[in-house]
């Protein structure tokens, strides 16, 4: 069974920086693996999201040039670097284990969740 752990959300002011964690265990071979977030009173939304090879990262326009997914298979852990943040960044952010081989940008096509982890950026 996948189980996926994320860690190092916080609070930072608006233009600064935070690196999110995600330790996955289980069967996530060939399976991206995506960020997303949920803000309140909101749905949850496509972050950004990386092939098992790494070979094919991708991300939502609302955070291209300013986050960065990479992915360490030696350490079972995906990260999102993210810079530049913005109050409406504000959000708990989720990793989640694709279903199948292939990208997606859908929450349905994603199986296994995180807890989440919250981040807060205020101005």
């Known amino acids: 069974q996948v189980q996926l752990v994320e860690s190092g959300g916080g609070l930072v002011q608006a233009g600064g920086s935070l690196g999110l964690s995600c330790e996955a265990s289980?069967?996530?071979?060939?399976?991206?693996i995506g960020w997303f977030r949920q803000a309140r009173g909101k749905e949850r939304e496509f972050v950004a999201a990386?092939?098992?090879?790494?070979?094919?990262?991708y991300s939502a326009d609302s955070v291209k040039g300013r986050f960065t997914i990479s992915r360490d298979n030696a350490k079972n852990t995906v990260y999102l670097q993210m810079n530049s943040l913005k109050p409406e960044d504000t959000a708990v952010y989720y990793c989640?284990?694709?279903?199948?081989?292939?990208?997606?940008?859908?929450?349905?096509?994603?199986?296994?969740w995180g807890q989440g982890t919250q981040v807060t950026v205020s101005s």
């Open positions: 289980g069967r996530t071979f060939n399976r991206d």
């Open positions: 989640a284990a694709a279903i199948r081989p292939g990208g997606s940008v859908y929450v349905h096509d994603y199986a296994y």
């Open positions: 990386i092939s098992w090879s790494g070979g094919r990262a």
